[in-house]
T-cell receptor
Framework: GQNIDQPTEMTATEGAIVQINCTYQ??????LFWYQQHAGEAPTFLSY????GLEEKGRFSSFLSRSKGYSYLLLKELQMKDSASYLC???????????FGAGTTVTVRA | EAQVTQNPRYLITVTGKKLTVTCSQN?????MSWYRQDPGLGLRQIYY???????DKGDVPEGYKVSRKEKRNFPLILESPSPNQTSLYFC?????????????FGNGTRLTVT
């Protein structure tokens, strides 16, 4: 099974940078996903990491350290529309099941 | 447009009255899954299906049923809903060909059981 932890809430100012950490414990690891979810809407895919290191996609970057069971999502040049919940999800190596953390609500203030 | 379609978006019902939430995807995905989302608990998997006629329990299957008679449809059935099944439900799908393929989610069904 999976045990996934991420902070509940974070607040940042427009134009700033925010880093959302995710730690996990798993019996078998087969990739980590980050999703963005605006209030009342469906989660949408942001990034995927399976090897150690940094994946960059425009203003968003995601980092993975498998040995530490740790990932972070970095949001740069924050915009008001980035106010949302960010979900960390880990896939199991044996059944490919995706388990989600409770999500981190990011509030961007002007 | 590639999408996962759930219906209805909102549903209010009473305890014990059977209901079905439909889910359909037009991407020819093999894998489909149902999640419920509750405050502070995140998304929890109810049931999933690897392909037609193949379904398995997720983390919280009690009180739910599913079927997968066709590839595109994966309905969620609550035979006798109870108030603790009040939640936000999401259907999701992904292709089986690529190991890193992300889940595509429907727009959600907000269910209230009184």
């Amino acid at each position: 099974g999976q045990n996934i932890d991420q902070p509940t809430e974070m607040t940042a100012t427009e134009g700033a940078i925010v880093q959302i950490n995710c730690t996990y414990q798993t019996s078998g690891f087969n990739g980590l996903f980050w999703y963005q979810q605006h209030a009342g809407e469906a989660p949408t895919f942001l990034s995927y990491n399976v090897l150690d290191g940094l994946e960059e996609k425009g203003r968003f970057s995601s980092f993975l350290s498998r040995s530490k069971g740790y990932s972070y999502l970095l949001l740069k040049e924050l915009q008001m529309k980035d106010s949302a919940s960010y979900l960390c999800a880990v896939r199991d190596a044996f059944d490919y099941k995706l388990s989600f953390g409770a999500g981190t609500t990011v509030t961007v203030r002007a | 447009e590639a999408q996962v379609t759930q219906n209805p978006r909102y549903l209010i019902t009473v305890t014990g009255k059977k209901l079905t939430v439909t889910c359909s995807q037009n991407m020819n995905h093999e894998y489909m899954s149902w999640y419920r989302q509750d405050p502070g608990l995140g998304l929890r998997q109810i049931y999933y299906s690897m392909n037609v006629e193949v379904t398995d329990k997720g983390d919280v299957p009690e009180g739910y049923k599913v079927s997968r008679k066709e590839k595109r449809n994966f309905p969620l059935i609550l035979e006798s809903p109870s108030p603790n099944q009040t939640s936000l439900y999401f259907c999701a799908s992904r292709g089986a060909g690529s190991y890193n393929s992300p889940l595509h989610f429907g727009n959600g069904t907000r269910l209230t059981v009184t």
